[in-house]
């Protein structure tokens, strides 16, 4: 039988990799796209390798997008993020790639569907379609093309590129056809979960980005300094994480009990912070508590990320400008709105611009720089699928 063949570009955006589609060459039926873009990252694999796709076997590199005009009157292009699950059959569309939205506005110019200055910089308006968010992508261009080359060093990727300077616009604000509602959802800036198995944890439950769970360290039995290998091969440390965001997703209002959870890997995310100290980072290169304000680590549909995903970024810039959260506790972002956190892979600086008025806090924008580049364009082939 004959394979389909469908326009598709293969990028990098910030430390995540996906396959990125324009949503005039896929069916219009969500069952049917579903099964044909699982097909195409090589889900769902029983052995857990994705070989026969496209897709890369971790939550960093089991990602598609799909992009098209926007329909709104204010942005420029909607903007759809899928995370294809590994082992299971099923694309989670609950949340966003805040690293994969650094090659979005890239993208979105190279494939025709925005204009850009020939020099300078391309203003990209992004609807965020999963949660209804705003996002404003800065591009720079030469000669009419998009400048993917360049000297900007992100830890967490082994080249340096061209810098994409992101705003996520209102990330915590209560939009229409967004999930989770208020930043806070439960109205605290600290809820204490029962969690069985666990015990009472205490945690911050924030919507910015994607929703977010945050815990500290200790809470886990950890420092904070952890690297992949120090967690990703502790099954009951493992499933302790998967419980305390289960009933994290719960008291979210995410799921309408916790065992349904287990539906939904891809948001809310748990993160688990802890007081600066010193590590060497998976590059071997050494990482001083000076250099940071807290040390944060992110779990991704059930692993621990190798870096820090984008929209962990933006809940940590979030939490940080809010006084009474927990990662405002252990570091509370400077007078420009700024806090910089280490990771596995090294270091990260966010920030955000909040303002109190009658008692609440209200986070405008978190602002972060990425990179992107396409890494191969062309066509993916697919067996029909039924």
């Known amino acids: 039988?004959?394979?389909?063949?469908?326009?598709?570009?293969?990028m990098r955006g910030g430390t995540s990799k996906g396959v990125f589609f324009i949503e005039g060459d896929l069916p219009a039926d969500p069952v049917q796209r579903d099964k044909i873009l699982m097909r195409v990252i090589g889900s769902p694999d029983r052995y857990?390798?994705?070989?026969d796709g496209m897709g890369g076997a971790t939550s960093s590199t089991s990602k598609v997008v799909i992009l098209s005009k926007s329909t709104r009157p204010d942005c420029d292009v909607d903007y759809r993020f899928g995370q294809v699950a590994i082992d299971q059959p099923f694309v989670d569309w609950s949340g966003n790639c805040g690293n994969l939205s650094a090659a979005v506005g890239p993208f979105a110019i190279s494939s025709g569907l925005v204009d850009a200055p020939k020099d300078g910089t391309a203003v990209v308006r992004i609807w965020q379609a999963n949660i209804a968010k705003k996002i404003i992508s800065h591009v720079p261009m030469r000669d009419g093309e998009v400048i993917e080359v360049g000297d900007f060093e992100l830890d967490g990727v082994a080249f340096p590129a061209a810098e994409v300077k992101l705003e996520f616009l209102d990330p915590a604000a209560d939009e229409e056809g967004g999930e989770g509602g208020a930043m806070f959802p439960s109205g605290r800036k600290?809820?204490?979960?029962?969690?069985?198995?666990?015990?009472?944890?205490?945690?911050?439950?924030?919507?910015?980005?994607?929703?977010?769970?945050?815990?500290?360290?200790?809470?886990?039995?950890?420092?904070?300094?952890?690297?992949?290998?120090?967690?990703?091969?502790?099954?009951?440390?493992?499933?302790?994480?998967?419980?305390?965001?289960?009933?994290?997703?719960?008291?979210?209002?995410?799921?309408?009990?916790?065992?349904?959870a287990a539906q939904r890997l891809h948001t809310p995310k748990l993160a688990f912070i802890a007081k600066p100290a010193s590590y060497v980072a998976s590059d071997g290169k050494k990482v001083d508590p000076e250099s940071i304000d807290l040390a944060a680590r992110i779990f991704s549909m059930g692993q621990?990320?190798?870096?820090?995903?984008?929209?962990?970024?933006?809940?940590?810039?979030?939490?940080?400008?809010?006084?009474?959260?927990?990662?405002?506790?252990?570091?509370?972002?400077?007078?420009?709105?700024?806090?910089?956190?280490?990771?596995?892979?090294?270091?990260?600086?966010?920030?955000?611009?909040?303002?109190?008025?009658?008692?609440?806090?209200v986070v405008k924008k978190v602002i972060m720089s990425r990179s992107a580049r396409r890494l191969m364009e062309g066509h993916v082939r697919v067996p029909a699928v039924a």
């Open 1 to 10: 039988m004959t394979q389909l063949r469908i326009p598709a570009v293969y």
């Open 48 to 51: 857990g390798k994705q070989i």
């Open 190 to 260: 600290v809820d204490t979960l029962e969690v069985p198995g666990v015990g009472k944890v205490e945690a911050t439950l924030i919507n910015a980005g994607n929703p977010t769970i945050f815990v500290e360290a200790a809470s886990l039995g950890l420092k904070g300094t952890e690297l992949q290998g120090d967690v990703n091969g502790n099954k009951e440390l493992l499933a302790r994480a998967e419980a305390i965001r289960s009933y994290g997703a719960f008291a979210m209002g995410l799921v309408k009990s916790p065992e349904e």
């Open 304 to 361: 621990l990320h190798h870096a820090m995903t984008g929209t962990g970024a933006v809940a940590i810039a979030a939490a940080a400008a809010v006084p009474g959260t927990l990662v405002h506790r252990l570091a509370p972002a400077g007078a420009d709105g700024r806090v910089r956190f280490g990771h596995p892979s090294g270091s990260l600086a966010v920030g955000a611009e909040a303002t109190e008025g009658a008692g609440q806090w």
